[in-house]
């Protein structure tokens, strides 16, 4: 393995955060406390996780409606995150943006998206920059299965291909646009079957484990550092959550979770660090309680913050 | 009469048309058994089976081309985009393709589709999933646009629409799905360029659209009280426009305000306004004021969305100023 005890365990942290960060969403969104839309990202923290940890501060990624385990794993601030979600003045984007809308530039977070199949234009964009600059910077594009059939997003692929940026196509496929499963919506088994009608490299991976995901997206990121071009890379999940908080999921069957829920990514890269000897049970545990520390900040940080004052309304409609 | 809300009253329109004409179908992303993003296909699945009631992939731009297409070759569809805002992704088909056929080919097609999406802001969903875009269709000659404010308007104007032979862009507010009202029973339908005075008067003239209606209403109970007459007119179709029934309204009244929830900068009250200048110049003793969104996207922050919305107060004032 290519990666260091520590990359590792910094992996496995990121991981977690996402869980546990999620999973007070959940909690606080049941409870009236979060206005809007909010997109669970659980059960699918291999992806971003994987993907961002071959990826410097300077490297950048777009993200999507379910964006939140993305900017974490680039680094995100959760409690700016917390706080925009709440629609904090304090929160990244001082409130105007919500769940859906999180972006941080210093971070190379081009931003969460409302529109499905907005960030591959935006990736290719990045990318042209990185070329026109010359410097030696990626960007990794996450779109979801549903995504990867709008026309922006193969036109993005197309032109990334014609002009070999160096952008990362990183497709969480867990099965599902909504209530559209995948196989209603396109004839492939496999979207990185797509890849070949672009001349670029298309490579399927096992979306919940963690290392098959950096393996790949480790080679992609390398490959377009030197130029050579965009890739590929499906990444098989699952959300184990509605598309929304408060869908009912009538398309889909209990069995079905129940099967995913088994192949968790988090425990499944626990007991490999474990048998590795790269965590010990109790640093298993002294991880969390950092992590459940720090998401508590972050939890007060959002509550004490007050709501933008409604003059801030039309400030930063232009530059 | 039955009492039904706005979401049922539009999924009856769309029931009884596909009854009634196999021609027509239902095609947008999760309008199938899961019954659209909001419900309004509800249960027109289970009732007239995967051919007629179609899921797309998501793909916005195909959902209206193909109903273009589609219609061109002598079918009516009824596409659904989930949000008004997807227009973005799909504007060449409808503005360029599907509005233009007819006059570009010599009056030799005929497009006869319908194009619901929900739009409105106040449910928290930010800058691309709450805004009113009517100005925007109104703007391109072809496109007619109906925008529906109570739950008959839903039901008579979708009929109408979908039995229209040019494109129909039909604008559903989302905080009007679960508003009751009465809805008339069976055949029934709403003519396409004929406004609704909802509400008479002598003093002032409102013209107010989709869920700013209710507010004009409300606005108009409590300037009662306060001695002002005003008159509350919906033109339910912004394309064609009733400039007649506000025209006469106006020169009943002599002042006149625009509502929406539209941006006001070059919105659908520009319009209105000028031709009511236009018309009725010499009738009007005060400026025409318009009461409508800041010239900014739809914030996300509920205080901030709350400050966005124009409100009853905004109303009232407007009207203050100028009666
Ligand atoms: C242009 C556009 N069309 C439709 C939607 C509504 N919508 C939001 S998320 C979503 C499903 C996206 O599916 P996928 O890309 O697979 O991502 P997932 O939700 O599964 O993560 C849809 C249809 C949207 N936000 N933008
Ligand atoms: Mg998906």
Same mark, same amino acid.
């Given at each position: 393995?290519?990666?260091?005890?520590?990359?590792?365990?910094?992996?496995?942290?990121?991981?977690?955060?996402?869980?546990?960060?999620?999973?007070?969403?959940?909690?606080?969104?049941?409870?009236?406390?979060?206005?809007?839309?909010?997109?669970?990202?659980?059960?699918?923290?291999?992806?971003?996780?994987?993907?961002?940890?071959?990826?410097?501060?300077?490297?950048?990624?777009?993200?999507?409606?379910?964006?939140?385990?993305? *900017?974490? =794993? +680039?680094?995100?601030?959760? @409690?700016?995150?917390?706080?925009?979600? /709440? $629609?904090?003045?304090?929160?990244?984007?001082?409130?105007?943006?919500?769940?859906?809308?999180?972006?941080?530039?210093?971070?190379?977070?081009?931003?969460?998206?409302?529109?499905?199949?907005?960030?591959?234009?935006?990736?290719?964009?990045?990318? *042209?920059? =990185? +070329?026109?600059?010359?410097? @030696?910077?990626?960007?990794?594009?996450? /779109? $979801?299965?549903?995504?990867?059939?709008?026309?922006?997003?193969?036109?993005?692929?197309?032109?990334?291909?014609?002009?070999?940026?160096?952008?990362?196509?990183?497709?969480?496929?867990?099965?599902?646009?909504?209530?559209?499963?995948?196989?209603?919506?396109? =004839?492939?088994?496999?979207?990185?079957?797509?890849?070949?009608?672009?001349?670029?490299?298309?490579?399927?991976?096992?979306?919940?484990?963690?290392?098959?995901?950096?393996?790949?997206?480790?080679?992609?990121?390398?490959?377009?550092?030197?130029?050579?071009?965009?890739?590929?890379?499906?990444?098989?999940?699952?959300?184990?959550?509605?598309?929304?908080?408060?869908?009912?999921?009538?398309?889909?069957?209990?069995?079905?979770?129940?099967?995913?829920?088994?192949?968790?990514?988090?425990?499944?890269?626990?007991?490999?660090?474990?048998?590795?000897?790269?965590?010990?049970?109790?640093?298993?545990?002294?991880?969390?309680?950092?992590?459940?520390?720090?998401?508590?900040?972050?939890?007060?940080?959002?509550?004490?913050?007050?709501?933008?004052?409604?003059?801030?309304?039309?400030?930063?409609?232009?530059? | 009469?039955?009492?039904?809300?706005?979401?049922?009253?539009?999924?009856?329109?769309?029931?009884?048309?596909?009854?009634?004409?196999?021609?027509?179908?239902?095609?947008?992303?999760?309008?199938?058994?899961?019954?659209?993003?909001?419900?309004?296909?509800?249960?027109?699945?289970?009732?007239?089976?995967?051919?007629?009631?179609?899921?797309?992939?998501?793909?916005?731009?195909?959902?209206?081309?193909?109903?273009?297409?589609?219609?061109?070759?002598?079918?009516?569809?009824?596409?659904?985009?989930?949000?008004?805002?997807?227009?973005?992704?799909?504007?060449?088909?409808?503005?360029?393709?599907?509005?233009?056929?007819?006059?570009?080919?010599?009056?030799?097609?005929?497009?006869?589709?319908?194009?619901?999406?929900?739009?409105?802001?106040?449910?928290?969903?930010?800058?691309?999933?709450?805004?009113?875009?009517?100005?925007?269709?109104?703007?391109?000659?072809?496109?007619?646009?109906?925008?529906?404010?109570?739950?008959?308007?839903?039901?008579?104007?979708?009929?109408?629409?979908?039995?229209?032979?040019?494109?129909?862009?039909?604008?559903?507010?989302?905080?009007?799905?679960?508003?009751?009202?009465?809805?008339?029973?069976?055949?029934?339908?709403?003519?396409?360029?004929?406004?609704?005075?909802?509400?008479?008067?002598?003093?002032?003239?409102?013209?107010?659209?989709?869920?700013?209606?209710?507010?004009?209403?409300?606005?108009?109970?409590?300037?009662?009280?306060?001695?002002?007459?005003?008159?509350?007119?919906?033109?339910?179709?912004?394309?064609?426009?009733?400039?007649?029934?506000?025209?006469?309204?106006?020169?009943?009244?002599?002042?006149?305000?625009?509502?929406?929830?539209?941006?006001?900068?070059?919105?659908?009250?520009?319009?209105?306004?000028?031709?009511?200048?236009?018309?009725?110049?010499?009738?009007?003793?005060?400026?025409?004021?318009?009461?409508?969104?800041?010239?900014?996207?739809?914030?996300?922050?509920?205080?901030?969305?709350?400050?966005?919305?124009?409100?009853?107060?905004?109303?009232?004032?407007?009207?203050?100023?100028?009666?």
């Amino acid at each position: 393995m290519s990666l260091s005890k520590e990359k590792m365990v910094a992996m496995f942290k990121t991981m977690n955060r996402i869980r546990l960060f999620e999973t007070k969403l959940q909690e606080f969104f049941a409870a009236g406390r979060i206005p809007g839309f909010v997109h669970l990202y659980i059960g699918e923290e291999a992806v971003a996780t994987g993907a961002c940890a071959s990826l410097t501060d300077t490297d950048s990624i777009t993200s999507t409606h379910r964006g939140h385990g993305h *900017l974490i =794993a +680039k680094g995100g601030n959760l @409690k700016l995150m917390m706080a925009e979600i /709440f $629609g904090k003045s304090s929160g990244y984007c001082k409130g105007k943006g919500g769940s859906m809308h999180i972006a941080d530039f210093d971070l190379g977070i081009l931003g969460a998206n409302g529109i499905v199949g907005g960030g591959g234009p935006l990736a290719v964009g990045a990318g *042209l920059a =990185a +070329k026109y600059r010359k410097t @030696k910077d990626v960007t990794v594009c996450f /779109f $979801g299965d549903g995504a990867s059939n709008q026309g922006t997003t193969q036109e993005a692929l197309n032109l990334a291909s014609a002009w070999k940026l160096p952008v990362v196509f990183v497709n969480e496929n867990n099965g599902y646009g909504i209530s559209c499963p995948q196989c209603k919506s396109m =004839a492939v088994t496999d979207i990185a079957d797509r890849a070949a009608a672009y001349d670029m490299p298309g490579v399927v991976v096992d979306g919940n484990d963690v290392l098959a995901v950096y393996e790949a997206v480790n080679e992609a990121v390398k490959r377009a550092r030197k130029g050579e071009g965009p890739s590929l890379i499906e990444c098989k999940t699952y959300r184990w959550r509605g598309h929304f908080e408060g869908d009912a999921c009538t398309y889909r069957c209990d069995e079905e979770l129940k099967e995913w829920i088994a192949k968790d990514p988090i425990p499944r890269f626990e007991e490999k660090l474990v048998e590795n000897g790269v965590l010990k049970a109790d640093g298993v545990a002294r991880i969390k309680a950092e992590l459940a520390a720090e998401l508590d900040e972050a939890i007060a940080f959002a509550e004490k913050s007050p709501l933008p004052e409604p003059s801030a309304l039309l400030d930063d409609v232009y530059a | 009469m039955a009492k039904k809300t706005y979401l049922q009253a539009l999924n009856e329109a769309l029931g009884s048309e596909m009854e009634r004409d196999e021609r027509v179908f239902i095609i947008g992303e999760d309008v199938g058994r899961f019954g659209g993003c909001f419900g309004v296909t509800q249960g027109l699945f289970d009732r007239f089976g995967e051919a007629r009631v179609m899921d797309t992939p998501i793909t916005e731009s195909v959902i209206v081309g193909a109903a273009a297409g589609a219609a061109a070759s002598g079918l009516r569809p009824v596409a659904e985009l989930m949000f008004v805002d997807f227009i973005g992704v799909a504007l060449d088909q409808l503005f360029n393709q599907a509005a233009k056929m007819r006059f570009m080919f010599g009056g030799k097609a005929k497009v006869p589709m319908v194009l619901r999406m929900p739009q409105g802001a106040g449910i928290g969903a930010a800058a691309q999933h709450s805004q009113s875009l009517e100005a925007w269709f109104m703007h391109i000659p072809g496109l007619k646009v109906a925008i529906p404010a109570t739950p008959a308007d839903a039901k008579g104007l979708l009929v109408s629409a979908i039995r229209d032979d040019n494109p129909v862009i039909f604008l559903e507010h989302k905080l009007l799905y679960g508003l009751e009202g009465e809805v008339p029973e069976g055949e029934y339908t709403v003519p396409f360029g004929q406004a609704n005075v909802a509400r008479e008067g002598s003093d002032v003239t409102i013209v107010a659209t989709s869920k700013m209606l209710h507010t004009a209403l409300c606005a108009a109970e409590t300037l009662e009280k306060d001695g002002i007459k005003a008159e509350v007119i919906d033109p339910r179709t912004l394309v064609p426009l009733d400039i007649e029934t506000i025209v006469n309204s106006v020169k009943k009244t002599h002042a006149l305000v625009l509502a929406h929830e539209a941006v006001g900068f070059a919105g659908p009250g520009a319009e209105i306004a000028a031709q009511v200048a236009e018309k009725a110049f010499d009738y009007l003793d005060a400026p025409i004021i318009r009461v409508a969104a800041p010239f900014c996207p739809v914030p996300f922050s509920p205080p901030l969305e709350q400050a966005y919305i124009p409100n009853e107060a905004s109303i009232i004032g407007a009207v203050k100023s100028i009666r």
